[in-house]
């Protein structure tokens, strides 16, 4: 059977469907290695009947020694190392075997993926590596499609179902739909929807991807809704969140950051200190990163792909890592870096934030309001290390937020800081406490002598 047209192919968004369109096309055989969970892709192109003209093979090795003895060691097992060392293995072992009977003909792949499901007692991190390595024509150069996926179903069997379905997705889109990755991207969560996975990174390697921007895909991911959060190392490039915030002590400052290191030039490093005493021996690996929400650039009419990598580009220019978001809430940013990591959090804010985020109207769809919001906020570890404002700086940003004024008191010269707010409603006694109690804390910096 011959592929269909590409109007034909566009059409097809049922996975079955598509895992039977690929079994019956005479041109692609391949490999399935998958570890962690179960052998969720390979199962569904069983399922669907004529698998025998696409299976090679299809294999696990879940014991770690035996994994280790076939892909060699590796630090972590779910990983990118461990997805492209298998791979690596399982796509030269095919062609070691195959080409010479059958590779005139046939365009091989190898699909794989490492994941680590819900545990019983439901304390990991869901998450995992997928990856395809395929011929676009019979003897060609492969390429190569990696993403990572964090699942958010609450069982380990619908965990495995969705891995199943989106496995199936990448090999159809890979085969079919590569030729537009902006296709490809919009059919790659077909029959699951991103209430259940969200996938934050996808990398593309090999000649049939030359010349593509990893940026513009990566802030496509976040566009079209299949990740909430992408990150950016200091030259602009993609990054896996959950390599680089893996078990390590995160600070994080939110904001447009047009002033704030002028104003205050040593407030990272006081940051760092204090995170420092919060982590003792683990402050050593810490990250310190700039987040900003995608709503906050589109706030600012800059709507286009290349302007979001625009905003990111200028704040590479401190040397720093760039977390994008659409969070709007701090909360949910707490909810997201703990699935990476159970150490202290430091978020750096103004204090001039602070009236804002102990605002009952703000948490409206919360049952809990802002008491809900700060347990959310404030889980495990996590705290505001606040920077001062001067009092007229302070007073233009509430009227520039219309923030009712007769909400709280602070002085009305020199610097506002957290111990100095008062507000005159019942949530002055839960700020009172997150302040007596170090879970927020002003943090002492030094204003700049120079001019601004």
Request: aromatic share 10%; proline share 4%; glycine share 6%.
């Amino acid at each position: 059977m011959n592929a269909a047209e590409p109007l034909q192919i566009e059409a097809l968004t049922d996975p079955l469907q598509k895992a039977l369109h690929i079994n019956l096309d005479n041109s692609r055989f391949g490999a399935f290695a998958e570890i962690g969970a179960g052998q969720e892709i390979a199962s569904l192109f069983f399922q669907v009947g004529g698998a025998a003209g696409t299976v090679a093979k299809s294999m696990s090795a879940y014991d770690m020694l035996v994994s280790d003895s076939i892909y060699g060691k590796t630090g972590r097992y779910v990983s990118k190392e461990r997805l492209i060392a298998m791979l690596n293995h399982e796509y030269n072992l095919l062609i070691d075997r195959l080409d010479t009977t059958r590779g005139e003909n046939t365009d091989f792949f190898a699909i794989a993926d490492t994941v680590s499901a819900r545990n019983y007692a439901g304390t990991n991190e869901c998450h995992g590596w997928l990856g395809i390595r395929f011929q676009p024509t019979p003897r060609s150069q492969p390429s190569d499609i990696l993403i990572h996926v964090h699942m958010m179903d609450h069982d380990n069997v619908r965990q495995q179902e969705a891995l199943g379905l989106l496995g199936v997705n990448l090999a159809f889109g890979a085969f079919y739909l590569s030729h537009d990755m902006d296709l490809f991207l919009e059919h790659l969560l077909d029959g699951i929807t991103n209430k259940r996975l969200e996938i934050d990174y996808i990398e593309l390697r090999g000649p049939k991807f030359e010349g593509s921007d990893a940026r513009l895909l990566t802030v496509a991911l976040l566009r079209k809704g299949l990740a909430n959060a992408i990150l950016f190392d200091v030259n602009q490039q993609p990054l896996p969140p959950t390599e680089f915030f893996h078990k390590r002590p995160i600070l994080l400052e939110r904001g447009s950051f047009r002033a704030l290191h002028h104003m205050f030039p040593d407030l990272v490093g006081a940051c760092k200190g204090q995170l420092r005493a919060l982590a003792g021996e683990k402050e050593q690996d810490s990250v310190y990163v700039l987040e900003l929400t995608l709503n906050n650039i589109l706030r600012a009419q800059q709507s286009t792909d290349d302007e979001v990598l625009t905003v990111v580009e200028q704040l590479c220019k401190f040397g720093h890592n760039i977390l994008v978001s659409n969070y709007s809430e701090f909360f949910r940013l707490t909810e997201y870096l703990r699935r990476f990591s159970s150490s202290p959090i430091g978020f750096i804010v103004s204090a001039a934030l602070l009236p804002l985020l102990l605002e009952d109207s703000r948490y409206k769809l919360l049952e809990g309001g802002v008491l809900e919001a700060s347990a959310r906020l404030f889980h495990q570890n996590v705290h505001l290390l606040t920077y001062p404002v001067e009092s007229s700086l302070f007073s233009f940003y509430l009227d520039l937020i219309k923030f009712n004024v007769k909400q709280l008191t602070y002085p009305e010269k020199g610097m506002v800081t957290a111990a100095t707010i008062n507000l005159t409603n019942v949530n002055q006694h839960l700020l009172r406490f997150l302040v007596d109690s170090g879970i927020i804390i002003d943090v002492p910096v030094k204003e700049s002598p120079i001019p601004r």
